[in-house]
């Protein structure tokens, strides 16, 4: 049984800086392409961020490139996402995915591409 942990959500004045982890557990994270995605009060999901199996490749949502970056510790079975310059449009719950396909895919901001998903963290940026 593959499970999806978050932490690292709170509450930051916009212009701050955050750093949500997602701990993979019940199997080990190399096996895995993995994202995150965000959820606004009152809005769909939406992408955020992907990372290649090995870390060698990333890619972003328009809204938080240069902003964000995604990374990985597969020996802790670890990704993160650092967030800076936060603005208070990226209040949401933040979701980490995992899909079992590694091979990299331009479908990779598609909910359907990933297998496994988190509960979330809820992610509070103030004016």
């Known amino acids: 049984q593959v499970q999806l942990g978050e932490s690292g959500g709170g509450l930051v004045q916009a212009g701050g800086s955050l750093r949500l982890s997602c701990v993979v557990s019940?199997?080990?994270?190399?096996?895995?392409?993995m994202g995150w995605f965000r959820q606004a009060p009152g809005k769909e999901r939406e992408f955020v961020a992907t990372i290649s199996w090995s870390g060698g490749r990333t890619a972003y949502a328009d809204s938080v490139k240069g902003r964000f970056t995604i990374s990985r510790d597969n020996a802790k079975n670890t990704v993160y996402l650092q967030m800076n310059s936060l603005k208070p449009e990226d209040t949401a719950v933040y979701y980490c995915?995992?899909?079992?396909?590694?091979?990299?895919?331009?479908?990779?901001?598609?909910?359907?591409?990933?297998?496994?998903w988190g509960q979330g963290t809820h992610v509070t940026v103030s004016s």
């Open positions: 995915a995992a899909a079992f396909d590694r091979s990299w895919s331009n479908y990779y901001s598609r909910g359907y591409e990933y297998d496994y």
């Open positions: 019940g199997r080990t994270l190399s096996s895995y392409r």
